[in-house]
């Protein structure tokens, strides 16, 4: 896996070359993007997600959650670890910036964090995250369908995607309302208009995952993610796995080949992909319980 980093520096021509340098040292996981502008830089971060942004040491950027290196022109406080000096080898300069982002870096270990979703249609997406839930229990169902096939509270689900896109950490309470099953799984589904989920960015999402790892009685989250609700692809990068169920005929088949190649430019992406081959869960031959053990999900 490789980090995304923001540099943004007065000095363009010293923050291209850092670019270059990164980007083209195949040993070094960083990929690296220059900024001219702080707007530019702030409106990427939350819409495409950062994991660091490296920043001139006078400057200061608010309300951001994205980690920071200040880069010194001089050698850095040692007690400080978020200062980097700026003039040392880019070898030594990309280990700092990996052993800052190790301490970091969330412990998500006790949270798993699903995304289900299909460029096919009729393929039993819903099917998958539903058994997915009820397997495990101590789970959230998020449905992000365009026309839910799971409705609980339209009222409900409609305040908790208002205060999502709000970042408004009154969306605890909405949990404590949602329906609960007898194997602990509450469902967040049935909005009125899947539109209002194209304001979702990975900003948002990433947010949102990091609020809810403070329920303790959640273990599992579950996101049933329609074809038309996604701005952009970048969403998936806050999800442990990305299940996509598939089928083998020829159409399918096509279609799943253009959606590989536009997902293939999102290299961090790659390497939570599950593919679920449902044709056996659709025949028959399988129950849902019994794929999800199957393909170890």
């Given at each position: 896996?490789?980090?995304?980093?923001?540099?943004?520096?007065?000095?363009?021509?010293?923050?291209?070359?850092?670019?270059?340098?990164?980007?083209?040292?195949?040993?070094?996981p960083i990929r690296a993007m220059v900024f001219s502008e702080e707007k530019a830089l702030v409106e990427y971060s939350e819409h495409r997600g950062l994991d660091l942004i490296l920043i001139g040491e006078d400057s200061r950027i608010e309300n951001l959650s994205v980690?920071?290196?200040?880069?010194?022109?001089?050698?850095?406080?040692?007690?400080?670890?978020?200062?980097?000096?700026?003039?040392?080898?880019?070898?030594?300069?990309?280990?700092?910036?990996?052993?800052?982002?190790?301490?970091?870096?969330?412990d998500t270990s006790d949270m798993?964090?699903?995304?289900?979703?299909?460029?096919?249609?009729?393929?039993?997406k819903t099917a998958i995250a539903k058994g997915i839930c009820h397997s495990f229990g101590q789970?959230?169902?998020?449905?992000?369908?365009?026309?839910?096939?799971?409705?609980?509270?339209?009222a409900l689900a409609d305040m908790f995607f208002y205060y999502l896109a709000e970042k408004n950490p009154k969306i605890i309470d909405i949990l404590d309302n949602a329906k609960m099953y007898?194997?602990?799984?509450?469902?967040?589904?049935?909005?009125?208009?899947?539109?209002?989920?194209?304001?979702?960015?990975?900003s948002h999402m990433e947010w949102l995952c990091n609020t809810l790892k403070s329920v303790s009685n959640i273990k599992q989250v579950v996101f049933d993610i329609g074809q038309a609700?996604?701005?952009?692809?970048?969403?998936?990068?806050?999800m442990n796995k990305l299940i996509i169920?598939?089928?083998?005929?020829?159409?399918?088949?096509?279609?799943?080949k253009i959606f590989k190649e536009q997902l293939g430019e999102y290299s961090n992406i790659s390497d939570r992909v599950i593919y679920v081959d449902m044709s056996n869960y659709l025949a028959g031959t399988y129950t849902i319980e019994e794929l999800i053990k199957k393909e170890g999900l």
């Open positions: 896996m490789s980090y995304r980093v923001g540099i943004l520096d007065k000095d363009l021509t010293y923050s291209y070359n850092l670019m270059e340098y990164f980007n083209n040292s195949n040993d070094i980690p920071f290196m200040y880069m010194c022109e001089y050698n850095p406080p040692r007690d400080k670890t978020e200062y980097i000096f700026k003039y040392q080898p880019g070898s030594k300069m990309s280990h700092q910036i990996r052993e800052y982002l190790k301490t970091r870096k969330k798993t964090i699903y995304g289900i979703y299909s460029p096919l249609g009729r393929v039993g789970c959230l169902y998020i449905g992000m369908e365009e026309y839910p096939s799971i409705v609980e509270s339209e007898q194997d602990k799984v509450r469902y967040i589904s049935g909005v009125k208009s899947y539109m209002d989920f194209r304001q979702i960015t990975f609700v996604l701005p952009e692809f970048d969403v998936f990068l806050v169920p598939i089928l083998e005929d020829e159409i399918s088949k096509s279609k799943l």
